[in-house]
């Protein structure tokens, strides 16, 4: 029996208005940690395609529930964000594997401050720089810090340059340090729960990797800014106890080289302190096996130090960590995927309206249940659905009226897969049909209940059928679905499996419709 239609509707072009709600959500962002639980709850809910793990029943008490504590007033991201907080609640209590793969993804925080306080301790526990107490002004550890981190100034303006307004790939150190941080998910359940944690981990790693990226690298920064702060406090507290003698000696270079280079190396430290860099005279005194008080050197290395490392490595870090605080608070989950459009259709429109309208087939009680199962799998737990009175064979031209309590969104054509599609017939309805629906979703979808009763399991024949009306529907630019209404309706246990692939073509039709 057809299903009478609600006194509420949704209006013509309330899809669109629900479409433009979800992508002015994806600019605006989402938090992290709700990020995270809208993905693991996304992909237990997509990965159970056969609805046992999460039932329908489950899923809209869980729609019901947030929408009910949300209200009317609420935005679609607090709607989601409460929704998925109650799945993954009711979820730990069956499946302790969701929830805990949810925290293990988590960015530990305190691995950072192990990284720069380790940074640091290593800096100071350099216990010399050279043989014993003596310092060769060529080869210090300072120079080569400097040159390190040079090089890294060098490596991020050609990678800003070539990759501006890009996310650039991470690094093997970022990559590092992201690994130790966000953990790693390894499922070891099978089968759908299997299935949904291994999505889950893909997902948000793809979602979370710029944010990660922003995170190593302002702790990567900070902890070589604190590593050269504890190289330069080391080398200060052991010079109060020991003295540190500055000398040089080269196979190669003669001490107007060693100047020239030196001038250049220690320029920052020298316009910083007003110590000038010692001359050709000096240099060529302190020549080995001769030396000097390594006290001016020093200083010069530490303002030098000072200016060319921690000063930009701090910046840097500062840098990064607005960047890592804005992508933190929005990250870019598409709010427009089919599965959050179907979340929020009962929240932000009200119920969608689908009306069917059969083609030269009356459609059986049993494969009505099955319709009805698809309707609210596909549409939302709250769609109404309208059941037309079939199109005679032969009166393609003429559509019955639709009801005026439907203001149907979304219209499904339905044939019986028994019938060879036909242009001149079918393909005539459905052009009729493409001229009459709303703003929303149109799309053939094909009952193969009596063709399987038929034929049973004859892949060949079943398969030769399904690229006829796939090239029909094509011929019209529509998808096409195709389901076993009557075994999705018998029970269930039975119901689920045959749904699937239908419920997906039909999310796939309402993207395409509102894009």
Known sequence: MPVPPKVSCLAPGALTRLDAAGCQATRRGLAESTALDLTAVRALETADRTHTLWTDAERAWASRAAAEVVGQGGSPQAFLAQRARLALARLGERFKAVPRAARTLRWRPWLGSVIVVAAFAAGVAIDRIGNSQGINVLTPPVLTLLAWNLAIYGWLAVRLATGYGKVAPSGPLRQAVTRLAAGLLTPHAGGELGTALARLSSDWSRIAAPLYAARAARILHLAAALLATGLLAGLYLRGMVFEYRA???????????????????????????????????????????????????????????????????????????????????NLPLALEDPYFQRLLRDFDGGP????????????????????????TRAFGAGAALTISTPVSYGGEDTLPTAPASACAAN??????????????????????????????????????????????????????????????????????????????????????APLADAEAAIEAALAEATR
């Open 247 to 329: 000398s040089w000696q080269s196979t190669f270079l003669d001490a107007r080289t060693v100047h020239q280079l030196l001038s250049i190396a220690l320029s920052p430290g020298a316009a910083l302190t007003g110590i000038a860099v010692p001359a050709v005279g000096e240099i060529e005194a302190i020549r080995a096996p001769s030396g000097e008080n390594a006290a001016r050197w020093l200083h010069l290395m530490a303002a030098t130090v000072s200016l060319v490392v921690i000063v930009p490595r701090l910046l840097l870090g500062l840098f990064a960590w607005l960047i890592e605080r804005h992508r933190a608070t």
């Open 352 to 375: 969608a309206r689908v009306w069917v309208v059969p083609y030269s087939y009356t459609v059986p009680p049993a494969a009505t249940v099955g319709l009805e199962r698809l309707v």
């Open 411 to 496: 219209v499904i054509a339905l044939f019986n897969a028994t019938a060879t599609p036909e242009r001149e017939a079918h393909g005539a309805f459905l052009s009729a049909a493409a001229r009459f629906h709303p703003a929303g979703a149109l799309l053939a979808l094909v009952d193969e209940s009596a063709f399987n009763a038929r034929w049973g399991s004859d892949a060949a024949r079943t398969g030769e059928r399904r690229r006829a009306w796939r090239e029909l529907c094509g011929q019209q630019q529509l998808p096409c679905a195709f389901a076993d209404l009557a075994a999705a309706g018998a029970d269930l246990a039975s119901a689920a």
